[in-house]
């Protein structure tokens, strides 16, 4: 079944609502029915979503105009939502239904957002692949014998495929901009402490922040003012969290300057997805922009420090998961017996490589050697970075080295896939806000270009996107359409 | 036997009298139902995240700045990873590293039988509780969680130990207490697990450099606990040695019915915690005008009390320490003596009945209009205006020490003017009077005089009670047993 409502935006959707075109129960009923598709969904609760939309409804009807009211959305399954399951895609939360509400869900609720379910994702949001799922196979709507992308698979997967008009990820080390390169979308993590983490389940907690998935950068910017909040229950939510004013109408690339790592230009990136690439910076550039060539050798460390630093406080995010509280439990004879047997067996390979590898990185005797040095290189990378805000705009840079990849097609090689974050990594070290957008396709396929900014510089990274997805023409870019 | 010397290292816990727990707004309390004071964060839910409260962080400030801490600038917090049921996040948050916490290198001075001592204190940091094990009625067990996350104090002492005896283990804890519950940061209950202490205890021959291995003495509910339980182990351990065995590094109980320690479990090879700086938690930031503020607004120390008393107001030492031994006791008295009240006879009204009526009514010494008592009992009548008044009229001679006894319990019953009571039955001390009232009773009894004048001094007692009768033990003692001997001795 295909939904008509899917060629629109949040925000052409959101219009309509307030014309009264159509119900917000019939906008929700449009995607509700479509949702069982590309494996991009977890858990849907239509009862419960189209509850929402009438509440959604009424409000439009006393002449409410919040600007996105009424327009359902999709949420990663690793956000908490208060009685609807939790799962991570992991065998250990099965069952598991929150009694509480994410800080972000309590925001779409006021907003007038409708849930429209919960969206695969990579086992804990471990993976680029969303092939870590314990409990389906994710498939990207451009091509579904090949991966979205992940960790955020499914939230991507469910806008690019029309099951869901805008939809919230979670990004750790580019979990949200990869998967919206390889389905031809928008993807936005803003600066750390933006949006309050407050019920995201933790991964990586100095490098996770939640953002959304949109088929434009006005829609991104849209639920950004939403979840975009200080939030007391969080205490690395930034002071000054809400969005300031932006003209994303009006932005344009004349006169910005784009610095091009050259390190994220390497000879890693696929021919297709640099001549993408290419072609939009020389569109850039015709259009007033200029773009340089820069050194930030750090950057070649970025995925060593990666994967000490976010498996290292993953290690320790996730030992709660004991089966005493909540969610599976395996029983043993003893405690110890039981905790062995509960996390051997509901945990799934990746997620116990990760744990195995940030308990050995925080060890006595390896902890100066690990942990400690990829801080401090951490540290490095930030220094090198900030000392380019001064000269440029953003830094520019291709989000993903290739196109959406077959699925199963890394299976043989899971290094070759953890090394083609380089691109993303460094926005998660610095907190930088940035995002991901479509600049065309290769071989039929959709490629991203990456764009970074200074912390704090949401809006201005917003408006730049608006500027650059207007020069490139090639947003909303959908399946089958091409 | 040889002579041997005992070094004991002191690790105290001091649950905060916050009125939440320490990264959430769940209530901090004593008992109640299982698992009733528990939300995601204390609970450890998947997402949940910690925020830290304001008011545990200044307490630990207080204390620290109260044990001569240095505090940094930034301090951070930490994870201690490890597994068991009562800990629901598989971390404990608290801090690590030598200069992070937020007091280290600090010391208490504590007054011992045989004079001041200083006690070293490696650190003092701020972590969260743990939950309880709870063995069920029908089998298996629970965890109770309504303690998991209560903010919790941890004062080391310093390594190598100053503790060389068990009667400056007990003092130290002794006055380690008086001081939390002086700073209002603990309400110091050992029995209820409050406070909790664990003694590092080692013996070693006295002419051996190095420390000998050390047992750690848990379950000491009590003062007199920490004494013999640290004296138990000194005597154990020597008497292991004595007979050529070694002491084994172990984790021992303190049986208060036996009075003896049993062995809890064997240390094995040091815990592997994992400790890293906790990425929810941005670190503490102590700006230095911050600080010497709450150094400034420290409530005057219990040794610094003690001093002053003896020297301000000429009391023993031992009348200083009863009345400094709690603050809100040392309060009452300083009011008291703002109110007029001489400090040597406020000092015995205090100690002697007042502290017996409080004890057998159960009632607590409370300023009016200042504070309540923390434990809530019910404030008692008496205040110290009331106190000044019957101290005075005894001072001025009004009434008899017997009768100000009787006034005073009068008094703490009803809280009326002690001055009314004593209306119409006031003390004579009329010259006149008791000149007349003696000639009478020397007239009326000859014979006793009599005996008197044959140098038998004795029978004076008969003849002033003669007196005391007449008048209805209104007559000034003194007064009439002066005039007697003047009469009698003058005629003779
Ligand atoms: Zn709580």
Known sequence: MSNKLGQLTATEIAAALQRREMSAREVAQAFLDVTDTYGAFLHVDAERTLAEADAAQARLDAGETSPLLGVPVAIKDNISTQG????????ILEGYIPPYDATVISQLH???????????????????????????????????????????GGSAAAVSGGLAPISLGSDTGGSIRQPAALCGLVGFKPTYGRVSRFGLVAFGSSLDQIGPFGQTVADVAAISQVICQTDGLDNTSLPDAPLGAMDL????????????PRELMSDAVEANVRASIEQAIRTLEAAGATVDHVD????????????????????????????????????????VESLMATRGKKFGHEVKLRIMVGTYALSAGYYDAYYLRAQQIRGLMVAEIDALWGEYDAILSPTSPCVAFPLGGFSHDPMALKQMDFCTIPANMGGYPALSLPCGLADGLPVGLHLMGPVRGDERLLELAAGVERELGCAPLRPGLA | MSEYRLSVGMEVHAELRTQSKMFCRCQVAFGGEPNTRVCPVCLGLPGALPV????????????????????????????????????PKGFQVSQYEETNPIGYHGHLMI???????????????????????????????????????VPLMEIVTDFPPDIESAEEAREYVAQLRQLLVYLGVCDGKMEEGSLRCEPNISVRRADSETLGTKTELKNLSSFRNVFLGTEYERRRQIAVLETGGTVAQETRGWNEA??????MRTKESEQEYRYFPCPDLVPLHFDRADVEAARAALPELPLAKLQRYQDEFNLSPQDAQLLTAERPWAEWFEAAVVAGGDPKAVCNWMNGDFARLLKETGQAAVIPGVESDTEGREPARMSPEILVKVAKLVADGTITGKKAKEVFEKAYMTGDDPASMVEGQTQISDTDFIRQAVADVIAEHPDPVATYRSGKGGVL????????????GRANPPMVQEEMRRQLDETS
């Open chain 2, 52 to 87: 830290p409260n304001r008011e545990a962080i200044q307490m630990v400030l207080r204390t620290a700045l109260a044990l001569n801490c240095q505090v940094p600038v930034d301090s951070v917090f930490h994870r201690k990873n490890y597994f068991y049921p009562d800990l």
């Open chain 1, 296 to 335: 930030l050798p750090s950057l070649s460390l970025g995925v060593s420090t990666y994967y000490v630093i976010a498996p290292a406080e993953a290690s320790s995010n996730l030992g709660r998961f004991d089966g005493v509280r909540y969610g599976a439990r395996e029983e043993a004879p003893g405690h």
């Open chain 2, 258 to 263: 036996t009075e003896s320690s049993y062995l």
């Open chain 1, 84 to 91: 609807r399951p939790t799962t991570c895609a992991s065998r």
């Open chain 1, 110 to 152: 006021g907003a007038g957002m409708p849930l429209l379910g919960k969206t695969n994702l990579d086992e804990f949001a471990m993976g680029t692949s969303t092939e870590n799922s314990a409990y389906a196979v994710c498939k990207n709507p451009w091509d579904p014998t090949r991966s979205p992308g992940g960790s955020s």
């Open chain 2, 111 to 149: 007054h011992t039988s045989k004079g001041p001592k200083r006690i070293g204190i490696k650190r003092v940091h701020l972590e969260e509780d743990t939950g309880k094990i709870l063995h069920l009625p029908g089998g298996g067990s629970g965890v109770d969680y309504n303690r998991a996350g």
């Open chain 1, 249 to 260: 109408a009006n932005a344009s690339v004349k006169g910005k300057r784009f610095a091009l």
């Open chain 2, 461 to 472: 007692g008969f003849l002033v009670g003669q007196v005391m009768r007449r008048t209805q």
